[in-house]
């Protein structure tokens, strides 16, 4: 019965929405049977209330009462005939005015793809979307004409029709602006916080001949390593030692860090290392690019050694300009089932080319040698003598590679890694030279002239010691350690002495007698602080209390950093493979002086390899399809490429 008093309302509800819409047309003047028709019965003729035959295929379509059947069959079957209604509807909808344009339901095509239905420039979605074109084209290094290829228009068009991409030049000239204005307060803001900067510069120039400075910074914030690229700037005019200072201090002046730099690491070059000096801060040579002349010039003093890199370097260009050669070498690797390696060739600016190009050539020696003499290539055949020759050399330069790569690690503590690592090599290749390595003569003679006296270099020394995995085990010279303890003290005491609340030594950070009383003068004035007029208002003692006030000072504050430098070498060593700014998060209130001090020296880098990165995305930028950039727009891509 309920059923049946639901459906009895249902039909009587559609009944009177008949009986208004047909009223609505009567008083209009118009009946339901002279109501103009859709137009699309231009092209159907109705057979009963349910079906229709369409005129131009004699097909029967049922249209139940609405014309949405007979519209599908003519854009199905019959595209001008479809258009032709869809035009005529438009024109007529437009006759109407747009009040009864926007009674109509917006259909999805066009909703989603209808021309003039964009974001609006300043709509939240467009500058989301914009934004992410922009990060996209920085990080990714991508060209800013992307947004003109018809390929990435049209898969930007299937992701989202609404959005249309910015032109290349207001890309670059206001998104990009944008983005980099907002990138650089940021690190500004970041570069405020701390007390102390590490930078990094090296010069290059780019495939349109122009010079290139770049300059990176490294800081240690919130106990983590943090790099940030600052500028890379055109350099015009000569590359002398004046000229590179005074851009070095203008990029810091503008950056507001002039006075918290406390080293500049760069390459041994005579006019960067004078630069350095003139600006007025600390230089540190490159320990990689250090590593790089030593291996070097070693090579180039062992004459047999001259001549097998010689034949190497043939034998990997046979290869390299041969296509037949390459083929025949990649089948006999199939064939011997060994690891399809291509070789490797040389590099001049690089020692560590030269260690892989022997390393892959050993490795591939069966399938090489078989390639050569199967091609008629039999002279360029390592003999059994050379092939001696070369695993000595590989094994001899092993621990150098080494080095090389554990010391390029850019978000990780590197400076404190080089005494250690120079002791290493000392005693790796001593070992090779027992074993009658002529190249190991060589590069003993080349270490002792290079890295003479490096434990007695203040910066290198403290920053190891600070380093809780090393310490004092990191020396070869216990002396060398002790001397650096002595100026450690000194910098601490000074430390305290400025009165930073930072350094300020409490008795629950240093629970000393010396720091919490304050000692008697003599064995009878022992008890309370005599409160009569002398010690209220003066007198005859005055002078002598204040000097005796000092000297329990200085005392107090000399005692206390002994004891903190005491307690800190007697913490144990952590695993090498931990991170020591964790460690001194974690011990930063037990150990207050000495940490601000680890944050100084363990904030430096030992290598500028972080500004040669940057040379190697440089290439990508200004390449010879790009040469024509601005260098404020290529300084602006790398600036958020390293810095987004």
Same mark, same amino acid.
């Not at 990080?139 to 068009?157: A, M, N």
């Not at 003290?489 to 930072?502: K, L, P, R």
């Given at each position: 019965m309920a059923l049946y008093n639901c459906r009895a309302r249902y039909s009587h509800s559609v009944r009177c929405l008949a009986h208004v819409v047909q009223s609505r047309y009567q008083s209009d003047g118009l009946d339901m049977a002279e109501r103009k028709r859709s137009y699309v019965w231009s092209y159907f003729t109705s057979i009963n209330s349910n079906d229709a035959v369409c005129d131009t295929c004699n097909k029967t379509v049922r249209y139940c009462g609405n014309t949405t059947n007979l519209i599908k069959h003519l854009h199905i079957n019959h595209k001008t005939e479809y258009d032709n209604v869809m035009t005529r509807r438009s024109e007529e909808e437009e006759r109407r005015g747009t009040g009864a344009a926007r009674a109509r339901q917006t259909s999805l095509s066009e909703s989603f793809g209808a021309a003039g239905r964009q974001y609006p420039d300043n709509s939240p979605r467009a500058a989301e979307l914009t934004r992410c074109l922009g990060e996209m084209i920085a990080?990714?290094? =991508?060209?800013?004409?992307?947004?003109?290829?018809?390929?990435?228009?049209?898969?930007?068009?299937a992701l989202d029709p609404k959005y249309k991409l910015p032109g290349r030049k207001k890309l670059t000239e206001t998104h990009l602006v944008n983005m980099y204005d907002e990138c650089k307060g940021k690190v500004k803001s970041s570069l405020q916080d701390v007390n102390s900067v590490v930078l990094t510069t090296d010069m290059w120039t780019s495939v349109s001949t122009e010079a290139y400075l770049t300059v990176t910074c490294h800081v240690i914030e919130n106990w983590q390593m943090r790099e940030f690229v600052l500028e890379t700037h055109v350099f015009h005019g000569q590359h002398t030692a004046d000229n590179i200072s005074l851009e070095l201090r203008r990029i810091t002046e503008e950056w507001g860090i002039t006075e918290k730099v406390v080293a500049v690491v760069t390459d041994n070059a005579a006019n960067m290392i004078a630069a350095v000096h003139r600006a007025g801060w600390r230089h540190h040579p490159c320990f990689a690019h250090t590593l790089n002349l030593v291996v070097k010039d070693s090579l180039k003093n062992v004459p047999e050694m001259v001549k097998v890199l010689e034949k190497c370097s043939a034998i990997v260009s046979f290869f390299h300009h041969s296509s037949k050669a390459t083929e025949k070498l990649r089948d006999i690797q199939k064939q011997l089932k060994i690891a399809e390696h291509k070789l490797i060739q040389s590099v001049e600016t690089r020692w560590n080319s030269v260690f892989y190009m022997l390393e892959r050539l050993y490795e591939q020696n069966e399938a090489v040698t078989t390639a050569l003499c199967l091609l008629g290539k039999n002279a360029l055949c390592l003999n059994v003598g050379e092939l001696s020759f070369i695993k000595q050399t590989v094994d001899t330069l092993q621990p150098f590679e080494e080095v090389t790569r554990d010391i390029s690690a850019a978000k990780h503590v590197s400076v404190s890694k080089v005494i250690p690592l120079v002791a290493l090599i000392h005693r790796s290749v001593a070992a090779c030279e027992r074993q009658?390595?002529?190249?190991?003569?060589?590069?003993?003679?080349?270490? =002792?002239?290079?890295?003479?006296?490096?434990?007695?270099?203040?910066?290198?020394?403290?920053?190891?010691?600070?380093?809780?995995?090393?310490?004092?085990?990191?020396?070869?010279?216990?002396?060398?350690?002790?001397? #650096?303890?002595?100026?450690?003290?000194?910098? #601490? =005491?000074?430390?305290?002495?400025?009165?930073?609340?930072?350094?300020?030594?409490?008795?629950?950070? #240093?629970?000393?007698?010396?720091?919490?009383?304050?000692?008697?003068?003599?064995g009878s004035n022992q008890g309370p602080a005599p409160s009569g007029p002398a010690a209220t208002k003066g007198g005859i003692w005055t002078n002598f209390d204040k000097q005796v006030l000092s000297c329990q000072h200085h005392r107090s504050a000399s005692t206390d950093v002994l004891i903190e430098v005491r307690r800190y070498s007697e913490e144990n060593l952590i695993p090498r493979d931990k991170d020591p700014l964790l460690w001194w998060q974690e011990h930063e209130q037990t150990f207050p002086a000495l940490s601000k001090l680890a944050v100084r020296y363990l904030g430096i880098v030992a290598s500028s390899v972080p500004a040669e990165r940057i040379f190697s995305k440089a290439g990508e930028v200004v390449s010879k399809k790009r040469s024509r950039l601005k260098g404020k727009t290529v300084n602006m891509l790398l600036f958020l490429n390293k810095n987004l």
């Open positions: 990080k990714d290094l =991508q060209p800013l004409s992307i947004v003109e290829d018809q390929g990435f228009q049209g898969f930007v068009r009658g390595s002529p190249l190991a003569t060589q590069l003993a003679q080349q270490c =002792q002239r290079r890295f003479r006296g490096i434990e007695s270099i203040h910066c290198l020394a403290a920053s190891t010691f600070l380093d809780v995995r090393f310490k004092h085990l990191g020396f070869r010279d216990k002396d060398n350690v002790e001397v #650096m303890k002595k100026r450690l003290c000194a910098e #601490m =005491q000074e430390v305290c002495q400025t009165g930073e609340s930072a350094f300020t030594l409490t008795p629950s950070s #240093m629970p000393t007698a010396s720091s919490t009383s304050v000692p008697s003068t003599s």
